[in-house]
């Protein structure tokens, strides 16, 4: 009940969150200085045809009625078309995203999976060998730009290896469309095709090793400081007073309160590699929305920046919710204070 | 060799940090017989903190070590028992109230959780067979002992639904869980104000004294003493420096320190005559 108090407050914040986010998009995608349209054309088209497409564009109406508009299109799903190739950017965005949301779905996965126990281990061998070891690793990790480990992965597992394929999500010969959800592995697994989902981890290895390196040190760091920290708490001292061993002190009493750190980290990188990707994503040509918004900025594509950025900014906020839902599931303080509040 | 409960016997603790060794215990020898309420009295500093870690099996070694002396319990001595007797006694035989009930109960567990978790492994160590659901109801009855009117509801909160003086009644239940025969308590409700600490301290000795438990009171409040204890040591600087009954020390003290340390005791009447006591290093 105290729970489910907690969840609608913090859903209701969000939509709030959303409509201001929609407000500041749209915002400055009018103060930008330069008119789309123009931009769109080019120098060499005439002044009727600018006209003809702001009218189009619906540029000519009034702030207000744009921004209805826009809304409107939003809560059909329809981002409107690409002023370049007149494609739907929804669609373009659809299929980009699933791209780069399973990339960095697996990425996370990873940095998570390693970093924590790392973090862990780290704390439990505090000042011995074990941390000395964590501590150099996590720091090389977190400061390797994610370019360079992702041509360095590509040339040793890819050029002198011979293990990993370098490019793209799945091998061209291999017959599948991942229509269901736009996930790989997630359609295979669906679709029985467990040939599928091999190869599309195969493929997902390198960019995702890439990408999680700097998060895993990250989340190695802060599950290490964290974890110290609760360590010379009175209740761990207490816990060991009572008999307690320290497994269940470790894994226990320790790890949960020290786990909101870690877990905030992780929100806000799930959240911002989905923008940030784009170098990981043109260097192993994988079809993702990073590498896409990168593109339609280059070209002054209005509508599918747009639409880019606003996906971001629900994932962003999404990804949030779910993170302080989780943040109230491990730590009751944060749930049982909000109601007071 | 006496036939006290506990029996500490001529103990000397070093800590040894950056190359520099203190010696932080100097031959401390004390006495709990069984069913009695002994105190430790001495200021921050003075080794009380270090004597009780040291008797718990607490002390971290490194930086600390045993330099001497030996530490009897119902006839064995803790300091040569093999780890795994010594684990079969922390936490069931010899049990610790906590001072601080603000810090020392895990913030994201429920009361429940916690004391079934040391219920169970202590348990484990004395090959005891209970299950979970009995392991519940020996929560709730220890929470009604320590007069929670609310067993069940206590045992289903997390700590910061519940205040201080309750907090620390959880303490005291947690210490109870495995009917230990000693208890050790550091300076119980010091972190509470003055109306509970003192029905914190009439519950822990109505306990003590309905279940026959023999009481170590560590503290630095002599009111504390006065209350709890009927034979007090008195230390300072790592040595005990003087302990005889309560009543006697109070009217008399021997030692300058003694005289010192009760006479810095703040007075109602104002006027607060901070004595010369030595402060330790």
Redesign the interface.
Known sequence: MEFLAFLVRRVLWSLLVLVGLSIVIFAIARIVPGDPARMALGPTATAEQVADLRADLGLDRPIVEQYGRFIAGLARGDLGRSLLNERPVASDIRDTFAATFELVLFTIMLAFAFGVPLGVAAARWKDRWPDNLVRVFAIFCAVTPGFFLALLLQILAGYVLHILPTTGRLPPSMDFAADITGLVTIDGLLRGRLDVVLEGLRYLLLPSIALAAATMGQIARITRSSMIDVASQDYIEASRAFGVPERVRVFKYMLRPSFVPPLTIMGLEFASLIGNAFVVELVFAWPGMAAYGIRTILQKDLNAIMGVVMVSGVFFVLVNLLIDVLVGFVDPRVRIRGRRA | MSQALLSVDNLSVDFSTYGQTHHVLKNVSLDVPARSQIALVGESGSGKTVTMKAI?G?LRQPPATIAGGRIFYDGRDLLTLPDKER?KL???AM??V???PM???????TIAD?MT??LK??DR?LDRQRNGRDRLARVHEVLTQVRMRDPERVARS?P??LSGGMRQRV?IA?ALLSEPKLLIADEPGTALDVTTQAQILKLLKDLVEARGLALLMITHNLGVVRETSSYVYVMNKGQVVEHRPTAELFAAPREDYTKALIAAVPRLTGGTRFGTAEVAP
């Open positions: 718990m607490l684990l922390r936490g069931t049990s610790m906590f001072q601080d810090s020392s109960l895990n913030p994201v567990f916690q978790t040391i492994y202590a160590r997390y910061i639904m303490l947690m």
